[in-house]
């Protein structure tokens, strides 16, 4: 019963962990901003004029708030609205001598360069267009009997297509737990096995080293089918019952 009851420990553990630390990263993400910057935008309405402060109590024009500190959130809403602005700079291709003094400077910053890099690799994978990466698929690699997960990113053609005499697609086999990095192979269409999920969640799969796996839809649609089927059945045994019943 203790072995039980620890396994189940474990799993719940496991199980709810995620949820947790995204939770608490956020949690302390809009701690962290909003105590940093909405001190500092509560002074500046203070001195515009536009918060009072009576009796330990701050009025935002005339109204009354709940908060004697600062106004809680305003840091966290001008943070999301100033990144917001960065975004559509960029989008636009405005301040791009800015934007690349910025990581120049972060990149040549001793220890800092190496976290920068690699949250710049992973945001990277993670943000690569559908068109670059269209499917994810299976292949025998590094020999027969090893399977490699990797992205189809187009067909073979020119030159390659017509030296290889096979229909041939373009696979990138990527490394984990870094996806940006990897090499290219070009594999005939009847060697691939295409699979049912999505780049995202072969990206997590890799990123991983294999911890998050995606679920199969065909196994979750067996699922639900057994459970209709065991459902429909009960329904039927509970009908003969009250007929048996009333007999």
């Given at each position: 019963m203790w072995k039980r009851f620890q396994k189940n420990i474990i799993a719940g553990v496991i199980f709810l962990l995620p949820a947790i630390a995204t939770i608490y990263v956020i949690v302390f993400l809009f701690?962290?901003?909003?105590?940093?910057?909405?001190?500092?935008?509560?002074?500046?309405?203070?001195?515009?004029?536009?918060i009072t402060v009576e009796e330990?109590?701050?009025?935002?024009?005339?109204?009354?708030?709940?908060?004697?500190?600062?106004l809680l959130g305003i840091g966290f809403i001008l943070t999301i609205m100033l990144i917001a602005w960065i975004g559509s700079m960029r989008l636009r291709g405005q301040g791009h001598r800015t934007f690349s003094r910025i990581d120049q400077a972060f990149r040549k910053i001793p220890i800092a360069n190496s976290i920068y890099t690699s949250v710049e690799q992973i945001i990277h994978?993670?943000?690569q267009e559908r068109t670059?990466?269209?499917?994810?698929?299976?292949v025998e690699y590094p020999r027969k009997g090893l399977y490699t997960v990797g992205f189809q990113t187009g067909e073979s053609k020119g030159e390659v297509q017509r030296v290889t005499s096979k229909d041939c697609i373009n696979v990138f086999l990527p490394t984990t737990p870094n996806p940006t990095s990897?090499?290219?192979v070009l594999i005939p269409k009847e060697d691939v096995i295409h699979l049912n999920m999505t780049v995202e969640?072969?990206?997590?799969?890799i990123i991983s080293g294999g911890v998050v796996v995606p679920p199969d839809p065909e196994e979750m649609l067996e699922r639900e089918h057994l459970e209709t089927y065991y459902d429909e059945k009960k329904m039927m045994v509970r009908v003969r019952s009250k007929r048996g019943d009333e007999s």
């Open positions: 701690g962290l901003i909003d105590s940093f910057l909405g001190s500092f935008i509560t002074d500046v309405l203070r001195g515009l004029n536009i330990g109590r701050i009025y935002f024009l005339g109204v009354y708030t709940p908060f004697s500190e600062r994978a993670f943000a670059s990466f269209q499917n994810v698929v299976l990897g090499w290219l969640q072969g990206l997590k799969f």
